[in-house]
């Protein structure tokens, strides 16, 4: 069994301030991990994944997210944010190897960026 | 490359009639494709998954006589909403996973399906 919990459903940040969207995951398995991005009325696009290798992965956009078994996440962060970055964003784990099997997806962050 | 489009991307439709949605792999073939149903301001939920060729594998709690899905060929699915209400009104998301990359899906744009 598997699940994904957003631990935010709203996050406002000013733009130019950091970002951190906070996803924590349970497994009965080793885990592959997604952060998925969605615009308003758009599908999903791919921003970073996690398969196994280095635990600090870069994604699109200046997107990073980082594995940590022992805290059970996989936190998103952003040095500075900027307009465009406003979306819905989900967090998603398939069993290792399984991206291309049943995804499940978190509830999603709302991430608003002010002036 | 790994491009999914979805047609249409909108659909308005009177209720008790039956509407269908098509989800290609424009640049790969695509062995399996997922359908995902989202309601406003909430998560993706798995309706289904068919393998080319094969009947559709339909998640709990979700009518395969009310959602008929065909995957007859390497690169289009279809999804058809038969007799549509308007509780079926959400946005219809499918995704195709490739016979190279195997540990992705690729996602189509969505589709909006309105039911009066």
């Known amino acids: 069994a598997q699940s994904v919990t957003q631990l935010d459903s709203h996050v406002s940040v000013s733009e130019g301030t950091p970002v951190l969207l906070r996803c924590n995951y349970s497994s009965s398995y080793s885990p592959s991990l997604f952060w998925y991005v969605q615009h308003p009325n758009k599908g999903l696009q791919l921003l970073l994944k996690y398969t196994s290798a280095a635990t600090l992965v870069k994604g699109i956009n200046g997107f990073e997210a980082e594995f940590k078994k022992s805290e059970t996440s996989f936190h998103l962060t952003k040095p500075s944010a900027h307009m465009s970055d406003a979306a819905e964003y989900f967090c998603?784990?398939?069993?290792?190897?399984?991206?291309?099997?049943?995804?499940?997806f978190g509830t999603g962050t709302q991430l608003k960026v002010e002036l | 490359g790994a491009v999914v489009s979805q047609h249409p991307s909108w659909v308005i439709c009177k209720s008790g009639t039956s509407v269908k949605i098509e989800c290609r792999s424009l640049?790969?073939?695509?062995?399996?494709m997922f359908w995902y149903r989202q309601f406003p301001k909430q998560s993706l939920m798995l309706m289904a998954t068919s393998n080319e060729g094969s009947k559709a594998t339909y998640e709990q709690g979700v009518e395969k006589d009310k959602f008929l899905i065909n995957h007859a060929s390497l690169t289009l699915s279809t999804l058809t909403v038969t007799s549509a209400h308007p509780e079926d009104s959400s946005f219809y998301i499918c995704?195709?996973?490739?016979?190279?990359?195997?540990?992705?899906?690729?996602f189509g744009p969505g589709t909006r399906l309105t039911v009066l």
């Open positions: 995704s195709a996973r490739g016979q190279r990359l195997l540990n992705e899906q690729f």
């Open positions: 998603v784990v398939t069993p290792l190897g399984g991206g291309g099997n049943k995804l499940t």
């Open positions: 640049d790969f073939q695509a062995t399996t």
